[in-house]
């Protein structure tokens, strides 16, 4: 594992060099990227969402394609569409953007709903239907997505089935002061400059070992209530889905591995909580009213959910 903690290490290096001040934003990124979950990444316009994406495909030696997605789209500019071949009187099929290892659909919540629901197939089962055949997608396919606020003019909301598809929702912020005078001594005169330095066969090798982190009976059954009390909690009109559940599982142990560990801890389970669950936690209009928002309510179960006794496995002890 010390050799996949090293790479994860040099594309957060490498990434770095452009985010300044985001160290916790590009490691979850990195933890998506082992563990093959789809990013989104909201937050206003400016904050460097659109360079974090596009950082982090160039950082990999894998096919990358941006789409700017505008509210005039259709959805066979995404998947792809069927054009009629004069000569072999037949329709033949022409990939989309859709068609690439890494896909970064910017501003993605800027496209109507038809147009958003284009990649739920793609997202999910990693193919593309069209005119009733369905045609595989290049693997790894990893889509980062960035989102403006709903609250910014003409933007369209993600539906709820979209929102769960994503493994994680990554907010940057604001800088500080230091961190943005940083900014402009280095990139004030000239454009940032990324390299890959992962192959598409690496990051497939890294990836098939994820499964060899142990996570213990205790941890799991912590991980399933935590996800079980989003279904109860008062003023929760939707709570995490079982699909939520196997991305806090998945993602947990590729942040242990990222931290040098052969096993998850309830630390993990607990720094990925609000990244994994947050945009999958639909509130009533009188808990919004209230002021209640899902992150908030992440942080209070985590309070209320008894942590286990933190154990490390016998046949790990020796690689901790």
Same mark, same amino acid.
């Given at each position: 594992m010390q050799d996949v903690q090293a790479i994860a290490q040099r594309i957060t290096d490498n990434v770095e060099k452009v985010i300044v001040g985001k160290h916790d934003a590009v490691q979850l990124t990195v933890v998506a990227l082992l563990c093959q979950g789809h990013v989104l990444i909201e937050d206003v316009p400016g904050t460097g969402k659109t360079m974090l994406a596009k950082s982090v495909a160039r950082s990999l030696g894998c096919s990358f394609r941006r789409i700017q997605f505008t509210p005039d789209m259709l959805p066979s500019d995404v998947t792809g569409v069927s054009v009629f071949n004069q000569k072999t009187r037949e329709f033949e099929f022409r990939p989309g953007p859709a068609f690439v290892n890494i896909l970064l659909a910017d501003e993605v919540n800027r496209a109507t709903p038809r147009t958003q629901s284009a990649l739920l197939e793609a997202m999910e089962e990693f193919?593309? !239907?069209?005119? +009733?055949? !369905?045609h595989p997608l290049p693997r790894p396919f990893l889509v980062?997505?960035?989102?403006?606020?709903?609250?910014?003019? +003409? !933007?369209?909301?993600?539906?709820?089935?979209?929102?769960?598809?994503?493994?994680?929702?990554?907010?940057?912020?604001y800088p500080t002061a230091v961190e943005e005078e940083q900014i402009l001594l280095r990139f004030a005169d000239q454009p940032a400059d990324i390299h890959p330095v992962l192959s598409t066969e690496d990051l497939s090798r890294i990836q098939a070992l994820m499964p060899d982190i142990h996570l213990a009976d205790d941890i799991r059954r912590y991980l399933v209530e935590i996800v079980q009390t989003t279904r109860d909690w008062p003023g929760v009109m939707l709570g995490g889905s079982p699909r939520a559940s196997l991305a806090l599982y998945r993602g947990a142990r590729a942040l242990a591995c990222l931290r040098g560990r052969t096993y998850v801890l309830p630390d993990d389970i607990k720094h990925l909580a609000p990244a994994v669950l947050g945009h999958r936690i639909l509130l009533s209009a009188q808990a919004r009213a209230t002021g209640q928002n899902p992150s908030g309510i992440v942080s209070e179960i985590l309070e209320k959910v008894p942590v286990p006794v933190e154990t490390i496995p016998e046949r790990n002890a020796a690689h901790a």
């Open positions: 193919q593309v !239907t069209a005119d +009733g055949v !369905t980062l997505a960035t989102q403006n606020p709903v609250e910014l003019e +003409g !933007t369209f909301p993600l539906p709820e089935a979209q929102l769960d598809r994503f493994l994680l929702r990554i907010h940057l912020g």
